[in-house]
């Protein structure tokens, strides 16, 4: 065998080992995430964490945003500023904790604005969206029907 063709050959076994090799831990991340159907929760929101239950159409509302919004959910990426400005947790139909949500809204760190973490109940597995305005508008208004005062941005 020429010296060329043994490089040649020890250079793609280089790279495709490597390659393999770095996929085989990135693709389990890469799995879609499972969002349950909720039919109820409660919502802390503000400094203060003021908390209600959601209605029944609001839980609707929660659903059908979560349907909308299936992709794009990624892992935990860098720490956030705060505890968020919003806690929603969710229930299934059976009353077990199905999701933890946390919203950012801009009370507390205006450069996180409509940032989602979704949160499996033991909190084992964290995934995180920023949305645009439009995107997050459902989720906002179940936070807006509180009074606070919002940060400024940076």
Same mark, same amino acid.
């Given at each position: 065998?020429?010296?060329?063709?043994?490089?040649?050959?020890?250079?793609?076994?280089?790279?495709?080992?490597?390659?393999?090799?770095?996929?085989?831990?990135?693709? =389990?991340?890469?799995? =879609?995430?499972?969002? =349950?159907?909720?039919?109820?929760? /409660?919502?802390?929101?503000? =400094?203060?964490?003021?908390?209600?239950?959601?209605?029944?159409?609001?839980?609707?509302?929660?659903?059908?945003?979560?349907?909308?919004?299936?992709?794009?959910?990624?892992?935990?990426?860098?720490?956030?500023?705060?505890?968020?400005?919003?806690?929603?947790?969710?229930?299934?139909? /059976?009353?077990?904790?199905?999701?933890?949500?946390?919203?950012?809204?801009?009370?507390?760190?205006?450069?996180? /604005?409509?940032?989602?973490?979704?949160?499996?109940?033991?909190?084992?597995?964290?995934?995180?969206?920023?949305?645009?305005?439009?995107?997050?508008?459902?989720?906002?208004?179940?936070?807006?029907?509180?009074?606070?005062?919002?940060?400024?941005?940076?």
């Amino acid at each position: 065998m020429r010296k060329e063709t043994a490089f040649v050959i020890g250079f793609l076994v280089l790279t495709i080992g490597t390659a393999s090799l770095i996929w085989m831990f990135a693709l =389990p991340n890469f799995k =879609p995430i499972v969002l =349950p159907q909720v039919a109820c929760g /409660n919502i802390e929101v503000g =400094p203060m964490r003021h908390k209600r239950e959601l209605s029944s159409e609001e839980a609707k509302t929660v659903n059908a945003w979560l349907q909308d919004h299936k992709g794009g959910w990624g892992p935990l990426s860098r720490t956030p500023p705060s505890s968020g400005d919003s806690r929603v947790m969710l229930k299934d139909e /059976n009353g077990k904790e199905a999701l933890a949500m946390t919203l950012w809204t801009g009370i507390s760190a205006a450069d996180w /604005n409509d940032t989602v973490f979704l949160e499996t109940p033991d909190g084992s597995k964290v995934y995180m969206e920023t949305f645009s305005d439009k995107d997050f508008a459902p989720l906002r208004a179940l936070v807006d029907r509180f009074q606070f005062k919002r940060s400024a941005f940076p």
